[in-house]
């Protein structure tokens, strides 16, 4: 059976994600700017697949989708739809300039993930006695969401308008790069554990914690939209709200960095 150690573990291990990848979430410095219009295409590449890899939340929700996916004919599908769902509104939203507020887009994607892992724990079955939406439909649509996601984070790039196709095609072939390596990785450790007696038990736990997260980034980012949308709440204009926290976050960052380098050593 699953332990309280060991789900404590799992909890500590994704607290510790969610700091550190908030901590780089948002943000770029006038250097990194620089250095992207130079790299040219390979750099949106490298970006588009660094961005992927470390997309705690797209990664989650791929992680949802396939967990209890053992046929490699189901995998493609439901794959598949989801990256023509994100493709095709990333390609569209950058190349047209539609901008949404990333607090928003991020705490819809927040919840995606909480419905995947609820979907995976048939949760509209048991739990709401309905029949579950077309799972497919599902995975696409929430992709198109995921999508626009991914282009709000491109359009902060210092973009080449004489090769902005090129940027974005570049940026999206990265995007799916990364999410193939991180599909290879979780379906190799997957496959491996789903033979085991402790697998119902983790299922059950990791996707109870899927939910949870779900709507931990849903509370954080709808949070980070009141900052923007209410700043005289909070005794700061909305520009300075946001560098305020970027700078707390980096401190944050750092200051886990140390402690974990300090632990390492001794």
Do not use: C
């Not at 950058?94 to 507020?101: G, M």
């Not at 709000?152 to 940026?171: A, G, V, W």
């Amino acid at each position: 059976m699953f332990s309280a150690t060991k789900l404590s573990r799992w909890f500590a291990a994704l607290a510790i994600v969610l700091i550190v990848g908030q901590a780089f979430g948002h943000g770029m410095s006038e250097a990194e700017k620089h250095s992207i219009l130079d790299g040219g295409n390979w750099r949106y590449l490298w970006l588009g697949a660094t961005h992927m890899l470390s997309g705690y939340d797209h990664l989650l929700f791929v992680f949802g989708i396939v967990f209890f996916l053992s046929s490699f004919k189901d995998i493609v599908k439901y794959i598949t739809a989801f990256t023509v769902g994100h493709s095709v509104t990333l390609i569209w939203a950058t190349f047209n300039a539609v901008q949404v507020d990333y607090f928003l887009i991020d705490a819809i994607i927040g919840l995606s993930v909480s419905y995947i892992a609820f979907s995976n724990l048939d949760g509209f079955k048991r739990v709401l006695d309905i029949k579950a939406p077309s799972l497919l439909v599902m995975i696409s649509s929430l992709g198109l969401i995921h999508g626009l996601g991914l282009s709000t984070r491109l359009q902060q790039l210092p973009l080449n308008k004489n090769e902005l196709l090129m940027n974005i095609i570049s940026f999206n072939v990265g995007v799916e790069l990364g999410q193939i390596t991180a599909l290879a990785i979780m379906l190799i450790l997957l496959a491996s554990w789903r033979k085991r007696a402790s697998f119902k038990p983790f299922s059950l736990a990791a996707n109870y914690t899927l939910i949870g997260a779900g709507l931990f980034f849903f509370l954080m980012q709808m949070h980070g939209y009141s900052h923007v949308t209410h700043p005289d709440e909070f005794g700061f204009s909305a520009d300075n709200h946001i560098h305020e926290h970027i700078k707390m976050d980096q401190e944050n960052a750092a200051r886990i960095r140390k402690e974990s380098g300090r632990v390492t050593i001794d």
